[in-house]
C-alpha cells in the first residue's frame, strides 16, 4: 500500500534515521541516488512501482536537503500513468520538485488538461492541486477557460470545484488576463451565494485575489459578502463539521471580512447598517476563555472585525470602542492576544480621532516592553514609536533609554534609532535633544550609527544658544572613567568648537580640556584621532594669547604623528601644525563651523525608507496609501496648542539646497563648509549623503564670509570658493515656477469625480490630492486629502477657494507644511444657496525645495452634487408635469450633437448623476422620465422632473424637456444636462495646466561655474 | 498567502518542507535552519508569532507551535490573519492524529508521502483549502482506497521491495 506501506522506502527512511552522523548520512543518501540513477537509466526493466518508489525516496533526499539534479523526467513522466497511484505520485513530487518556468512541465500540459478535462474527479483533483500549485504562464493561458468551466459546472463535486477555485486564483495571478472581468463578475457573485461551506470558502480566497486587483467590477459581490458574514456571525448557519470549537467557520468569517477590506466603502445604506450590525455583535459578544483553541479562533474573527471597523471608518463611538477592547487584550495573559492586541493598536493609530484614546494606555504599552516574549517586546516597541507626539514625547524616550540597557542586543540598534528619531521629531526644547542623544551614546554606544552623532552635531551648530550647554554636557561625561569611543568623538568635536564658551568654569580652561581629551587618545582607534587633531588645533587656536606649554605640547603630538602611516591623520598633522605656527592668523583659519544649511534628517529619512517598500498587495498596504498618517502628521495638524513643531530643530534657514540634483547639491554641500580639499575632484557618488560626513573626510578648516585669509596652500581656491557659495545661494532662490507635470489629466479626473464622491483630483510627482465627499441635501462635507509623496517636506502650502457666489465654502486651516511622506486632511464645508452650473475653484500651491507648483483645480461640488434621486409613481407625476406648463417654469430644446449613446447609457448615466430613470410612466420605449430632487438653501427641496424623446434613427439629437418649481432651477439644469449629453472635448479652461519647465535659472553662469572647480580654477587662471 | 508549510523536529531535522513558492533546495535548507534558530531561542509561554521580514521579505511572518517532538510551521504574509493560521495548525495536527490514530513523529517520518497528501487537501497553491476536519480525512480515506484498489491487481511479487 503506497501511502502506508512501500518497504523499499520505508528500509531507506530507517538507514537514513541510524547514521550516526552527518558524514555517514551522506555516505548512505549518495549510495542511493547512484542507484536511483542507474535504475533510471535502463528505465526498460522499471515497473511503475519501481519508478513510483524512487521517485519518492528522490523527494525524501531532496526534503532532507540534498540536491537531486536528476529524475526529475520519471517523476513528470509518472503524471501520465494510466493507475492512480503512479499518477498521484507524478503529480505530488514534480510540484514539490520543479519550479513553475521547468521546461519538463510544458511537456506535461496536455496530460494535465487531459485529467482536467477528463470524467475522472479523482484524475481532476489531482491536476488541478499540481497546477494551483505551480501553474506558471503557459499552464494560465492553456487551462484557465476549462478550469472556470469546472468552478461552475453544477454537475462537479464540491471536492473538485474548491480546488478548482483556488487553481483558477493561481492562473489569475500568473496572468491577470485569463479572467474576463466582464463576464466573470455576475458568476462571482452567483458563487457566493454557495452552500457547500468549502467551495464558498475557496471562493472567497479567490474573490480577494480578484478585489484586490479591481474591486470596482465586483459591486455586485459586496451585499453577498455581508449576508455570508450575517449567516456565519449572526444566524450560525453552519454544518456541525465546519464548526470549529464552537466558533462558525472562523476562516470563512475571516476570509469574508477580509474581502470587504477591498472595497473602498460601503455604500449602500442598508448594506452598511447590515454589516455594522454584525460587526458589533462580534465586537461585543467574544470573551477569552480556557480552552486555547477557541480563544485562537473567536479572536481571529474578532481581530479581523476590527480591523474592518477601522477600515470602514466607523463612527468615533465605535472606534472608541474598539480601542478599549485593544486595551483590554494588550493586558490579558494570553501571549498571542497580547501581541496582536499591540499590532492592532498600532494600525489603529492610522484612524483619526483615536489617538488621544490609545494614549491612555499608554502605561501598559510601557510595561509590555519588559514583556518575556521578544515578539511582543517589538510590537511594543513599534507602537510606542508610532503613538508618540509632542505631548508624550518626553515620557516615552526617557522610558526607552531606560530600557535600554536591558533591552537584548538583537534590539538595541533599533531602540536607539527610534528613540534618536523621536527625540529629533519631537523635542520639547533642544537641551533635552543633546541630553537624550548623549545618554543614548553613554548606554548603548556600540548600536550607536555615525549618523545619530552627526546630526547632534549639526543641531549644536546650527544653534548658538545650545552650544554651551552641549559643550558642559560634553565636558562632564569626559569625567566617566570608560566612554565609548563614539562619546569621545562627539564630545572632542563639541569641545573644540565650543569649550572657549565654557572658559570661565572650573575645570574648562583650554589646558584641562586639552588634557581630558587627551588622556582618551591611546583607547581610540585610527579612525577618531582625526577628530582628536582638530579639536587640539581649535583648542590652541582659542588659547590667545598663546599658552607655550600648551602650545608645546600640541605641537609634540602633531609632529608625532607627521609620520603616522594613515594618509588623513599624517595630513592632518602637518597642515595644523604648520598652520599653528602662524599665530594670531590662526583664528581666522580655524574659525567656528558655519552653520550647516537646513536638511532633513537622514535617520528619518532611513527610517521612511525602510517603511516604504513592501511586495505585497494587501488591505493593510492599501490602507495605509490611503491615509499615510502617523505621529508626524498629528503634531503638525494640531498647530493650536502651541507646542514646538516638527521643524523647531532646524530653526536655521540657510538658501537649502535640498532639491537640486544630487552631484550638484554635494558640492553645494561642501562649498558652504567651505573644505580645503574641494579641488580633489570627488566623484558625486563617492561623497557621503551626510554633511558630516564630508566634514569628517576633509579638513574642517573654514573661512568665514567676506574677505579671507585662506591658507598660503591655494588662496584662490578658498576665495573662490566663498563666490561659489553666493552664487550658489543666488541661484537656487530664484523661482523656477512649476517645472512639475501633473500625473494623470485633470479635466478627466475631474469628470470622474463630478460621478463619484471620492478618488483622485489632483496628483503630480510630489503631492497628491484625494477627495472624498459627502453630500447631505444642500450641504456638503468634503476632504481634501493633501498627500506629500516625498521624502522631503513641502512648504509653504496654501489652499485658496475661489467659489462662485451659490456656494458657501469654507476651508479648515490648511497646515504650511506638509511633512514627508504625510498626508494632511482638510475638511471643506459647502452650502449650496441656489442653483447653478459653475463649479468652486481650488488655487492650490506649494514650495518643493526651490520649485513653486501652483495649480488651479475645479472642485467637483458641481449641481448634480445636490440632486437626490426620488423615484416617482404615473399618480404623482401626471399630475406635477401638467401643472408646470410652460416656461419659465418648463423648458423645452432640441439638442443636437448629442455623443450617441444606446437608451440604455444614457438611463446609466442619468442614474450615476443622481437623476433617476423612472421606467414604465412614457409609453413610448424610446423616451426617457427623469425625476430628481434639488437641494439649495434657497429652494429648499425642489422636484425636478425630465423627458428625453430619442430618435432610433438618429442618436445624435432628442428632445429635452425640464420642469420644475423654480425658472432658475429649470434653466441652469436644462444646460447642466445638455452639458452632460453633448460631446464637448474637455476643456482645460479653469483648470490650467502647469506650464512647461522654465528655462535656465537666471545666474546660471557663476553658479554653473561654481559648481565646477576645474571650470571655477581655469577661470581665476 | 501562505508561503511555506514545515515539520521540523526538536533537533531541527526537517520533516515536511512544502513552499508555496518555489525555492531552490540550497535556499529551503538555510531557511529551515534559520527558523530552527529563532524557534529554539523562544521561550515556553510566549506567543506563536515570530516576523520573519529578515528571511523572507516584509511583512512576513511564522506561525509555530510545538506537539511533542515536532515543532509545525506556517509561513504567511500579511495577507493572512495569524490566529486562524494557527488554527489551520490546529486543523491540519488533528486530522493527522486522526490518520494516524495517536499520531507521533515516527508516523511523520515513515508517511511523509501520506502527509503530503493530507496538506495537499488542507491548502492549496498558498490558499486555505478545506478547514474541516472529517472532510479532510474522507478526501483522504477515498484516496487511500484507490490506492488500495489499484494495488491488489498487482503481482503479488511486485510488493514489498
Known amino acids: 500500500m503506497a501511502l502506508s506501506g512501500m518497504r523499499g522506502l520505508s528500509v531507506f527512511i530507517s538507514d537514513v534515521r541510524n547514521c550516526q552522523n552527518k558524514e555517514q548520512e551522506r555516505l548512505r543518501v549518495d549510495k542511493e541516488l547512484g542507484n536511483i540513477r542507474t535504475r533510471f537509466k535502463n528505465e526498460k526493466g522499471l515497473t511503475p512501482y519501481e519508478k513510483k518508489k524512487y521517485v519518492w525516496k528522490m523527494l525524501y533526499i531532496y526534503m532532507l536537503g540534498y540536491d537531486v539534479d536528476f529524475g526529475h523526467m520519471e517523476a513528470v513522466s509518472l503524471i501520465s500513468a494510466p493507475k492512480y497511484p503512479e499518477k498521484q505520485v507524478g503529480y505530488i513530487?514534480?510540484?514539490?520538485?520543479?519550479?513553475?518556468?521547468?521546461?519538463?512541465?510544458?511537456?506535461?500540459?496536455?496530460?494535465?488538461?487531459?485529467?482536467?478535462?477528463?470524467?475522472?474527479?479523482?484524475?481532476?483533483?489531482?491536476?488541478?492541486?499540481?497546477?494551483g500549485n505551480i501553474g506558471g504562464r503557459d499552464f494560465a493561458?492553456?487551462?484557465?477557460?476549462?478550469?472556470?468551466?469546472?468552478?461552475?459546472?453544477?454537475?462537479?463535486?464540491?471536492?473538485?470545484?474548491?480546488?478548482?477555485?483556488?487553481c483558477l486564483l493561481r492562473l489569475y495571478r500568473k496572468n491577470p488576463d485569463v479572467v474576463n472581468v466582464d463576464g466573470w463578475s455576475d458568476r462571482m457573485a452567483q458563487l457566493l451565494d454557495e452552500r457547500?461551506?468549502?467551495?464558498?470558502?475557496?471562493?472567497?480566497?479567490?474573490?480577494?485575489?480578484?478585489?484586490?486587483?479591481?474591486?470596482?467590477?465586483?459591486?455586485?459581490?459586496?451585499?453577498?459578502?455581508?449576508?455570508?458574514?450575517?449567516?456565519?456571525?449572526?444566524?450560525?448557519?453552519v454544518p456541525q463539521e465546519y464548526t470549529y470549537y464552537g466558533i462558525p467557520s472562523p476562516w470563512l468569517q475571516v476570509k469574508t471580512m477580509r474581502a470587504l477590506q477591498y472595497f473602498p466603502a460601503v455604500e449602500d445604506p442598508n448594506t452598511r447598517r447590515s454589516l455594522f450590525e454584525v460587526l458589533q455583535r462580534i465586537l461585543m459578544g467574544t470573551d477569552v476563555v480556557k480552552n486555547v483553541n477557541k480563544n485562537n479562533a473567536s479572536h481571529a474573527v474578532l481581530f479581523e472585525a476590527l480591523a474592518l471597523v477601522m477600515h470602514l471608518d466607523a463612527e468615533k463611538e465605535m472606534m472608541s470602542q474598539c480601542v478599549a477592547l485593544l486595551g483590554k487584550f494588550i493586558a490579558v495573559r494570553e501571549p498571542n492576544i497580547r501581541y496582536l492586541g499591540l499590532e492592532n493598536m498600532t494600525r489603529m493609530l492610522m484612524v483619526t480621532d483615536v489617538q488621544d484614546i490609545i494614549k491612555r494606555h499608554q502605561a501598559q504599552i510601557i510595561t509590555s516592553l519588559k514583556d518575556p516574549d521578544i515578539s511582543i517586546r517589538r510590537r511594543a516597541l513599534d507602537l510606542l514609536y508610532g503613538m508618540c507626539d509632542v505631548s508624550n514625547a518626553k515620557d516615552i524616550v526617557e522610558e526607552l533609554l531606560q530600557y535600554l540597557s536591558s533591552a537584548d542586543f538583537a534590539m538595541r540598534e533599533e531602540l536607539s534609532l527610534k528613540a534618536a528619531i523621536l527625540a529629533e521629531k519631537f523635542a520639547p526644547d533642544l537641551s533635552w535633544y543633546v541630553d537624550v542623544i548623549l545618554q543614548l551614546i553613554d548606554k548603548a554606544g556600540d548600536f550607536v550609527s555615525d549618523d545619530i552623532w552627526f546630526r547632534v552635531v549639526q543641531f549644536v551648530t546650527n544653534n548658538e544658544d545650545l552650544q554651551p550647554y552641549a559643550a558642559l554636557k560634553a565636558r562632564e561625561y569626559l569625567d566617566k572613567p570608560a566612554i565609548h569611543e563614539t562619546m569621545v568623538k562627539v564630545s572632542a568635536y563639541i569641545l573644540g568648537e565650543y569649550s572657549h564658551l565654557l572658559a570661565r568654569r572650573p575645570g574648562c580652561s583650554p589646558k584641562e580640556i586639552f588634557i581630558v581629551i587627551h588622556e582618551k587618545l591611546p583607547t581610540v582607534s585610527?579612525?577618531?584621532?582625526?577628530?582628536?587633531?582638530?579639536?587640539?588645533?581649535?583648542?590652541?587656536?582659542?588659547?590667545?594669547?598663546?599658552?607655550?606649554?600648551?602650545?608645546?605640547?600640541?605641537?609634540?603630538?602633531?609632529?608625532?604623528?607627521?609620520?603616522?602611516?594613515?594618509?588623513?591623520?599624517?595630513?592632518?598633522?602637518?597642515?595644523?601644525?604648520?598652520?599653528?605656527?602662524?599665530?594670531?592668523?590662526?583664528?581666522?583659519?580655524?574659525?567656528?563651523?558655519?552653520?550647516?544649511?537646513?536638511?532633513?534628517?537622514?535617520?528619518?529619512?532611513?527610517?521612511?525608507?525602510?517603511?516604504?517598500?513592501?511586495?505585497?498587495?494587501?488591505?493593510?498596504?492599501?490602507?495605509?496609501?490611503?491615509?499615510?498618517?502617523?505621529?508626524?502628521?498629528?503634531?503638525?495638524?494640531?498647530?493650536?496648542?502651541?507646542?514646538?513643531?516638527?521643524?523647531?530643530?532646524?530653526?536655521?534657514?540657510?538658501?537649502?539646497?535640498?532639491?537640486?540634483?544630487?552631484?550638484?547639491?554635494?558640492?553645494?554641500?561642501?562649498?558652504?563648509?567651505?573644505?580645503?580639499?574641494?579641488?580633489?575632484?570627488?566623484?558625486?557618488?563617492?561623497?557621503?549623503?551626510?554633511?558630516?560626513?564630508?566634514?569628517?573626510?576633509?579638513?574642517?578648516i573654514e573661512g568665514p564670509p567676506g574677505p579671507v585669509t585662506a591658507p598660503q596652500s591655494d588662496p584662490r581656491v578658498a576665495s573662490g570658493l566663498e563666490g561659489g557659495v553666493d552664487a550658489l545661494a543666488i541661484a537656487t532662490v530664484e523661482d523656477q515656477t512649476n517645472a512639475v507635470q501633473p500625473i494623470g489629466d485633470i479635466a478627466e479626473r475631474f469628470h470622474a469625480l463630478c460621478l463619484k464622491d471620492s478618488g483622485v483630483l489632483y496628483e503630480d510627482p510630489h503631492i497628491q490630492i484625494g477627495i472624498k465627499a459627502d453630500w447631505r441635501a444642500h450641504q456638503g462635507r468634503v476632504v481634501l486629502f493633501l498627500g506629500n509623496k516625498n521624502l522631503g517636506a513641502l512648504s509653504s502650502v496654501q489652499a485658496l477657494i475661489l467659489s462662485p457666489s451659490h456656494l458657501k465654502i469654507e476651508l479648515s486651516l490648511v497646515p504650511d507644511i506638509i511633512p514627508p511622506r504625510a498626508q494632511v486632511q482638510c475638511p471643506l464645508e459647502i452650502i449650496n444657496l441656489h442653483p447653478s452650473r459653475d463649479s468652486a475653484v481650488l488655487d492650490f500651491s506649494y514650495n518643493f525645495g526651490t520649485q513653486l507648483v501652483n495649480v488651479k483645480l475645479r472642485l467637483p461640488a458641481v449641481l448634480n452634487k445636490f440632486l437626490q434621486p426620488i423615484p416617482i409613481s404615473a399618480e404623482e407625476f401626471f399630475p406635477q408635469w401638467r401643472s408646470l406648463s410652460g416656461p419659465p417654469l418648463k423648458l423645452q430644446e432640441v439638442v443636437r450633437g448629442v455623443r450617441p449613446m444606446l437608451l440604455a447609457e444614457m438611463a446609466n448615466l442619468f442614474n450615476s448623476l443622481n437623476l433617476m430613470v423612472c421606467p414604465g410612466l412614457d409609453p413610448n420605449a424610446n423616451n426617457l422620465v427623469v425625476s430628481t430632487t434639488f437641494y439649495s438653501e434657497n429652494t429648499r427641496a425642489m422636484l425636478c422632473l425630465i423627458r428625453i424623446e430619442t430618435d432610433p434613427a438618429d442618436r445624435t439629437q432628442l428632445r429635452m424637456t425640464i420642469a420644475s418649481g423654480d425658472p432658475t432651477l429649470t434653466f441652469e439644469l436644462k444646460e447642466f444636462v445638455k452639458e452632460q449629453l453633448i460631446s464637448i472635448p474637455i476643456t482645460s479652461r479653469v483648470a490650467t495646466p502647469p506650464m512647461a519647465p522654465q528655462g535656465q535659472p537666471l545666474s546660471p553662469p557663476t553658479a554653473l561655474l561654481s559648481s565646477d572647480p576645474g571650470a571655477m580654477l581655469a577661470g581665476l587662471l | 498567502?501562505?508561503?511555506?508549510?514545515?515539520?521540523?523536529?526538536?533537533?531541527?531535522?526537517?520533516?515536511?518542507?512544502?513552499?508555496?513558492?518555489?525555492?531552490?533546495?540550497?535556499?529551503?535548507?538555510?531557511?529551515?535552519?534559520?527558523?530552527?534558530?529563532?524557534?529554539?531561542?523562544?521561550?515556553?509561554?510566549?506567543?506563536?508569532?515570530?516576523?520573519?521580514?529578515?528571511?523572507f521579505g516584509p511583512d512576513v511572518r511564522l506561525v509555530y507551535k510545538t506537539f511533542a517532538t515536532l515543532y509545525f510551521v506556517f509561513v504567511f504574509d500579511n495577507s493572512e490573519n495569524e490566529l486562524a493560521m494557527l488554527d489551520l495548525m490546529q486543523v491540519f495536527v488533528e486530522t493527522l492524529d486522526k490518520c494516524f490514530s495517536n499520531v507521533c513523529e515516527l508516523d511523520v517520518v515513515f508517511n511523509f508521502s501520506k502527509v503530503h497528501t493530507i496538506l495537499d487537501e488542507i491548502i492549496l497553491g498558498g490558499q486555505v483549502l478545506e478547514t474541516s476536519s472529517s472532510e479532510v480525512v474522507k478526501a483522504v480515506e477515498e484516496i487511500s482506497k484507490m490506492e488500495r484498489n489499484a494495488n491488489s491487481i498487482l503481482p503479488a511479487s511486485w510488493q514489498g521491495r
Not at chain 1, 141 to 160: F, G, N, T, W, Y
Open chain 1, 93 to 131: 513530487v514534480t510540484s514539490c520538485l520543479l519550479n513553475e518556468n521547468h521546461d519538463f512541465l510544458r511537456l506535461a500540459i496536455n496530460t494535465v488538461r487531459n485529467d482536467i478535462i477528463g470524467r475522472n474527479e479523482t484524475f481532476q483533483c489531482l491536476a488541478l492541486t499540481l497546477v
Open chain 1, 141 to 166: 493561458e492553456s487551462l484557465a477557460p476549462d478550469v472556470q468551466k469546472l468552478l461552475i459546472s453544477s454537475s462537479c463535486r464540491p471536492l473538485v470545484r474548491k480546488k478548482a477555485a483556488l
Open chain 1, 196 to 237: 457547500d461551506m468549502g467551495v464558498l470558502t475557496s471562493c472567497m480566497s479567490l474573490l480577494v485575489a480578484l478585489v484586490s486587483n479591481n474591486h470596482d467590477a465586483y459591486w455586485s459581490c459586496l451585499p453577498k459578502c455581508v449576508k455570508t458574514l450575517e449567516r456565519l456571525a449572526r444566524n450560525q448557519d
Open chain 2, 1 to 55: 498567502m501562505i508561503r511555506g508549510v514545515i515539520i521540523m523536529n526538536d533537533q531541527g531535522k526537517p520533516r515536511l518542507i512544502k513552499f508555496y513558492e518555489f525555492q531552490p533546495v540550497e535556499k529551503q535548507h538555510e531557511l529551515v535552519r534559520s527558523i530552527y534558530r529563532i524557534l529554539c531561542s523562544r521561550a515556553e509561554n510566549v506567543s506563536n508569532f515570530v516576523k520573519v521580514d529578515s528571511l
Open chain 1, 526 to 700: 585610527t579612525s577618531t584621532i582625526p577628530i582628536l587633531l582638530s579639536t587640539y588645533a581649535k583648542i590652541l587656536m582659542h588659547t590667545q594669547p598663546p599658552d607655550q606649554d600648551l602650545q608645546r605640547q600640541i605641537w609634540a603630538i602633531f609632529s608625532k604623528y607627521e609620520s603616522c602611516i594613515d594618509a588623513e591623520i599624517q595630513q592632518r598633522a602637518v597642515e595644523y601644525h604648520a598652520l599653528s605656527m602662524k599665530g594670531a592668523a590662526l583664528m581666522d583659519i580655524l574659525a567656528e563651523m558655519p552653520k550647516f544649511p537646513e536638511r532633513q534628517s537622514l535617520l528619518i529619512k532611513k527610517a521612511e525608507d525602510s517603511e516604504a517598500d513592501t511586495a505585497e498587495q494587501s488591505a493593510i498596504k492599501l490602507r495605509t496609501q490611503q491615509q499615510t498618517s502617523n505621529a508626524l502628521v498629528l503634531t503638525d495638524q494640531r498647530p493650536a496648542n502651541g507646542t514646538p513643531q516638527v521643524n523647531q530643530l532646524g530653526l536655521v534657514k540657510v538658501p537649502t539646497m535640498s532639491n537640486a540634483d544630487p552631484s550638484t547639491a554635494e558640492q553645494g554641500l561642501t562649498h558652504a563648509n567651505g573644505a580645503l580639499t574641494i579641488v580633489d575632484p570627488q566623484p558625486p557618488s563617492t561623497t557621503s549623503p551626510d554633511l558630516l560626513g564630508d566634514l569628517l573626510g576633509t579638513l574642517a
